[in-house]
Nanobody, 117 residues
Framework: QVQLVESGGGLVQPGGSLRLTCAAS????????MGWYRQAPGKQRELVAS???????NYADSVKGRFTISRDNAKNTLYLQMNSLKPEDTAVYYC???????????WGQGTQVTVSS
């Protein structure tokens, strides 16, 4: 079973930036599309960005143009660069592999992102 460890969250003012990192154990990371999800208080977890193994990224409309997903298969690491952050981006952010449109592995602990002045 792959273990996922998210980091890089924190408190940031509106308009600020953060870079999230997801470290995955094991050797299967490179085989799967990966995604960043987020869950705000009282809301369902939602997929905000995804990256196919070698080409192609997709973003939720709410983050398009502000967030950039990338991956380093040699390091088993997924990244999310978040710019122009808004209060509505406040959530716990998680990463996971995607198969059949659904998350594949057990969830990590997530990393809290709080956007507030």
């Amino acid at each position: 079973q792959v273990q996922l460890v998210e980091s890089g969250g924190g408190l940031v003012q509106p308009g600020g930036s953060l870079r999230l990192t997801c470290a995955a154990s094991g050797s299967t990371f490179r085989l799967y599309p990966m995604g960043w999800y987020r869950q705000a208080p009282g809301k369902q977890r939602e997929l905000v960005a995804s990256i196919i193994t070698s080409v192609g990224t997709n973003y939720a409309d709410s983050v398009k143009g502000r967030f950039t997903i990338s991956r380093d298969n040699a390091k088993n690491t997924l990244y999310l660069q978040m710019n122009s952050l808004k209060p509505e981006d406040t959530a716990v952010y998680y990463c996971n592999a995607i198969t059949g449109g659904l998350p594949l592995w057990s969830w990590g602990q997530g990393t809290q992102v709080t956007v507030s002045s």
